[in-house]
């Protein structure tokens, strides 16, 4: 008999073993004194409010296997639906908010929703722009509901704990749990099946890769990774900010959390850390109870990691996995190590370490192909050292994506060896240096390939981003009008005081650049107000518009 297994099973788990515990804090007032005053559910409170909702949905035809379209805002109520939809072995599809009415409604086309509950404004767009005319079936609303009938979630609420023989549906380790959709940051987003057998090997692995303990306090600045923290025993402390920018949060807000709960692990994007790190650091303040902080979306720049290193402890530490939404995790690596020994390699050109792959990952580099490849066996292993493809098999690795069959054949090879019969390709170049760690030198889809047969990665920008006076920079191949492919160097210079001098920066970065062999061919730096980001994370950048910005600057002449 095959086992059952349910992302959702250690909740009421934990809420037999510590009823009374904490689970989600949530900001909802200001105090008098203008600090933030926080409502929250223990473990008892959120598991008997999953499970009336649970019950609920399922009287109002929201089932196991419903896809379901989630557009709540972040609340208590929010996590409850989440853990709710998982009991009743629904689906829920989750799209980036604010990721544009032309991708969200390509997302909702192709998961092609059954049920849909939401806030009244998402009803209302939700008839205005079309989202699911042609497949949902169920409509529940949050807050008042006007014209569209279906349930609200009083009422869902109220025949939900009416029942009294419901039980969580007994999913399987291969039955589709989520439907996750990519950033879109490097093309259209993606929607990737999660099955809980994924979901759970996530849990195992980042649980026993960080060392998390139950009772621990966790920080999620973004909150889909709140879901994970039940099963990992935690607290969740859900901060007072935008998820939707976390490069503008408030810094005194975050350390504030941090202080009032004792938190002892946060995640937080390379962006917003920086923002933490710029203005709590130039504030005085201090996390002397946070030991563990983990980054992730894009890497982290070593300044970055210096700065936030000094609020923290002494045994506190930075971790950078590396991973992405169709496998996570993949590989790790510590602040410590980053700063002592594989910076110096980064400023180098050499790439970004993201360390040793994690227990139950099996990494391997291949040669780089813009084609399918149908099975691992057919796959050329490149020789050490070289750069390649980095593709991952182990148990977190999602099988396939969501109606898009081509986009699966791209990245899936099929391999008998691995514990879902697949491996993923995972769309990264980089390679293992000769004590065994991985290197990531950016995305294939970013390489820039010149006429002379000549290859250029994303880690040659390591190079210039250690020039003072540079923000970031990123190399993209612009196409000017009767150009063959030219390699342009774009900078986002610090918008922290001293000014620069630009003339005399570009002057500086393009004779670092004829310095060198594998950068000789860059004869353009092209100064840009501001990157254009992920919605997800604000950090990923947005390099095929550089690109089509640098192609209309040369082409202007400038």
Same mark, same amino acid.
């Given at each position: 008999?095959?086992?059952?297994?349910?992302?959702?099973?250690?909740?009421?788990?934990?809420?037999?073993?510590?009823?009374?515990?904490?689970?989600?804090?949530?900001?909802?007032?200001?105090?008098?004194?203008?600090?933030?005053?926080?409502?929250?559910?223990?473990?008892?409170?959120?598991?008997?409010?999953?499970?009336?909702?649970?019950?609920?949905?399922?009287?109002?035809?929201?089932?196991?296997?419903?896809?379901?379209?989630?557009?709540?805002?972040?609340?208590?109520?929010?996590?409850?639906?989440?853990?709710?939809?998982?009991?009743?072995?629904?689906?829920?599809?989750?799209?980036?908010?604010?990721?544009?009415?032309?991708?969200?409604?390509?997302?909702?086309?192709?998961?092609?929703?059954?049920?849909?509950?939401?806030?009244?404004?998402?009803?209302?767009?939700?008839?205005?722009?079309?989202?699911?005319?042609?497949?949902?079936?169920?409509?529940?609303?949050?807050?008042?509901?006007?014209?569209?009938?279906?349930?609200?979630?009083?009422?869902?609420?109220?025949?939900?704990?009416?029942?009294?023989?419901?039980?969580?549906?007994?999913?399987?380790?291969?039955?589709?749990?989520?439907?996750?959709?990519?950033?879109?940051?490097?093309?259209?987003?993606?929607?990737?099946?999660?099955?809980?057998?994924?979901?759970?090997?996530?849990?195992?692995?980042?649980?026993?890769?960080?060392?998390?303990?139950?009772?621990?306090?966790?920080?999620?600045?973004?909150?889909?990774?709140?879901?994970?923290?039940?099963?990992?025993?935690?607290?969740?402390?859900?901060?007072?900010?935008?998820?939707?920018?976390?490069?503008?949060?408030?810094?005194?807000?975050?350390?504030?959390?941090?202080?009032?709960?004792? /938190?002892?692990?946060?995640?937080?994007?390379? +962006?917003?850390? %920086? =923002?933490? !790190?710029?203005? #709590?650091? $130039?504030?005085? @303040?201090?996390?002397?109870?946070?030991?563990?902080?983990?980054?992730?979306?894009?890497?982290?720049?070593?300044?970055?990691?210096?700065?936030?290193?000094?609020?923290?402890?002494?045994?506190?530490?930075?971790?950078?996995?590396?991973?992405?939404?169709?496998?996570?995790?993949?590989?790790?690596?510590?602040?410590?190590?980053?700063?002592?020994?594989?910076?110096?390699?980064?400023?180098?050109?050499?790439?970004?370490?993201?360390?040793?792959?994690?227990?139950?990952?099996?990494?391997?580099?291949?040669?780089?192909?813009?084609?399918?490849?149908?099975?691992?066996?057919?796959?050329?292993?490149?020789?050490?050292?070289?750069?390649?493809?980095?593709? /991952?098999?182990?148990?977190?690795?999602?099988? +396939?994506?969501? %109606? =898009?069959? !081509?986009?699966? #054949?791209? $990245?899936?090879? @099929?391999?008998?060896?691995?514990?879902?019969?697949?491996?993923?390709?995972?769309?990264?170049?980089?390679?293992?240096?000769?004590?065994?760690?991985?290197?990531?030198?950016?995305?294939?889809?970013?390489?820039?390939?010149?006429?002379?047969?000549?290859?250029?990665?994303?880690?040659?920008?390591?190079?210039?981003?250690?020039?003072?006076?540079?923000?970031?920079?990123?190399?993209?191949?612009?196409?000017?009008?009767?150009?063959?492919?030219?390699?342009?160097?774009?900078?986002?210079?610090?918008?922290?005081?001293?000014?620069?001098?630009?003339?005399?920066?570009?002057?500086?970065?393009?004779?670092?650049?004829?310095?060198?062999?594998?950068?000789?061919?860059?004869?353009?730096?092209?100064?840009?107000?501001?990157?254009?980001?992920?919605?997800?994370?604000?950090?990923?950048?947005?390099?095929?518009?550089?690109?089509?910005?640098?192609?209309?600057?040369?082409?202007?002449?400038?």
């Amino acid at each position: 008999m095959t086992a059952t297994v349910n992302i959702a099973a250690t909740l009421p788990r934990v809420a037999r073993e510590r009823p009374n515990a904490p689970a989600i804090y949530f900001p909802h007032a200001k105090t008098a004194s203008g600090r933030v005053a926080y409502t929250h559910y223990t473990y008892a409170q959120l598991d008997a409010a999953s499970d009336a909702l649970a019950a609920g949905l399922g009287e109002v035809g929201v089932t196991r296997g419903t896809r379901t379209v989630l557009m709540v805002r972040p609340s208590l109520e929010f996590f409850a639906l989440t853990f709710a939809l998982f009991k009743a072995g629904a689906v829920p599809v989750v799209v980036d908010p604010g990721i544009g009415r032309s991708a969200l409604a390509q997302c909702l086309g192709e998961a092609a929703p059954e049920a849909f509950i939401g806030v009244s404004e998402a009803h209302a767009a939700r008839i205005v722009l079309g989202w699911g005319r042609a497949s949902v079936r169920h409509l529940v609303t949050v807050g008042r509901r006007w014209f569209w009938g279906g349930a609200t979630i009083d009422e869902v609420r109220a025949r939900g704990a009416a029942m009294r023989d419901w039980t969580m549906a007994d999913t399987r380790a291969d039955e589709l749990a989520a439907i996750l959709f990519t950033s879109g940051s490097t093309g259209v987003p993606k929607g990737v099946k999660y099955t809980h057998g994924n979901f759970v090997a996530q849990v195992e692995m980042i649980r026993d890769t960080y060392r998390i303990e139950p009772g621990e306090i966790d920080l999620p600045t973004f909150p889909l990774f709140a879901l994970f923290d039940p099963a990992l025993g935690m607290t969740t402390v859900v901060p007072d900010m935008d998820p939707r920018a976390p490069a503008k949060v408030d810094a005194r807000k975050i350390m504030q959390a941090i202080d009032d709960f004792g /938190v002892t692990n946060m995640f937080g994007s390379p +962006a917003l850390l %920086n =923002r933490v !790190a710029r203005d #709590a650091g $130039a504030a005085g @303040l201090r996390a002397p109870t946070l030991r563990r902080v983990i980054s992730a979306g894009a890497p982290v720049p070593p300044e970055t990691l210096r700065r936030f290193h000094a609020l923290l402890p002494d045994a506190g530490e930075i971790f950078t996995p590396y991973g992405a939404t169709e496998s996570l995790p993949v590989a790790s690596i510590g602040s410590r190590e980053i700063l002592g020994e594989t910076a110096a390699g980064t400023a180098d050109g050499r790439g970004v370490c993201v360390g040793r792959p994690v227990d139950g990952a099996d990494v391997a580099i291949i040669a780089i192909s813009d084609e399918p490849i149908a099975a691992f066996a057919d796959a050329q292993r490149v020789a050490p050292g070289e750069v390649g493809e980095i593709t /991952v098999a182990g148990p977190m690795v999602t099988r +396939a994506y969501f %109606n =898009r069959d !081509a986009s699966t #054949a791209l $990245a899936k090879m @099929l391999d008998p060896s691995a514990p879902n019969g697949v491996r993923h390709r995972m769309g990264d170049v980089g390679y293992f240096d000769d004590t065994g760690r991985l290197w990531f030198c950016g995305r294939k889809s970013h390489r820039v390939e010149l006429t002379t047969g000549q290859r250029m990665f994303s880690s040659l920008e390591g190079i210039f981003d250690a020039y003072p006076g540079v923000f970031r920079s990123a190399l993209v191949g612009a196409t000017p009008r009767g150009r063959d492919v030219t390699p342009v160097l774009c900078v986002e210079v610090d918008p922290e005081p001293p000014s620069v001098d630009r003339a005399a920066l570009r002057t500086a970065l393009l004779a670092a650049a004829a310095a060198r062999p594998e950068t000789a061919a860059i004869q353009h730096v092209l100064f840009h107000p501001g990157f254009p980001v992920d919605i997800r994370h604000n950090a990923k950048i947005g390099r095929e518009a550089l690109r089509a910005w640098a192609t209309a600057e040369l082409e202007r002449g400038r």
